[in-house]
């Protein structure tokens, strides 16, 4: 599980700011794929996760996202927004998620990002 939130952070989210569509919304759907493999991740990485020290890891990874897909949001492209709030659905969703539970760190750090006002 922190391998699949790393390989967000160090490989795809330094590359939503160069790209454009299509590799834009590829990228993005990368993002909410590995997302997924995090919420749905077999039950050997689930009891890894339960320790304190990993959940905060992959917490801090996740709110990182935040900053890039501020700006991905904001794309002029309609299909790239679309992929953006899919993949916002699908982090809330993992935050969400036992052992996490953190839907107040994703009000604060990716609502406030995306919505200032």
């Known amino acids: 599980m922190k391998n699949d939130v790393r390989f967000i952070n160090?490989?795809?989210?330094?590359?939503?700011?160069?790209?454009?569509?299509p590799r834009?919304?590829?990228?993005?759907?990368?993002?909410t794929a590995r997302i997924k493999a995090i919420q749905n991740g077999d039950p050997k990485v689930d009891q890894?996760?339960?320790?304190?020290e990993s959940l905060q890891i992959i917490l801090d990874s996740l709110v990182k996202?935040?900053?890039y897909l501020a700006e991905v949001i904001?794309?002029?492209?309609?299909?790239v927004r679309k992929c953006c709030v899919f993949c916002l659905v699908e982090i809330f969703t993992a935050m969400s998620?036992?052992?996490?539970n953190a839907e107040e760190v994703f009000q604060s750090e990716f609502l406030a990002r995306l919505n200032p006002s």
Do not use: C, G, M, W
């Not at 890894?48 to 304190?52: C, D, K, L, N, Q």
């Not at 904001?74 to 299909?79: F, I, L, S």
């Not at 998620?97 to 996490?100: D, E």
């Open 74 to 79: 904001n794309h002029t492209n309609a299909d």
């Open 24 to 31: 834009l919304q590829a990228l993005v759907k990368a993002v």
């Open 10 to 21: 160090l490989s795809i989210a330094p590359l939503l700011r160069v790209e454009q569509p």
């Open 97 to 100: 998620y036992p052992p996490f």
């Open 48 to 52: 890894e996760a339960r320790s304190s």
């Open 65 to 67: 996202q935040a900053e």
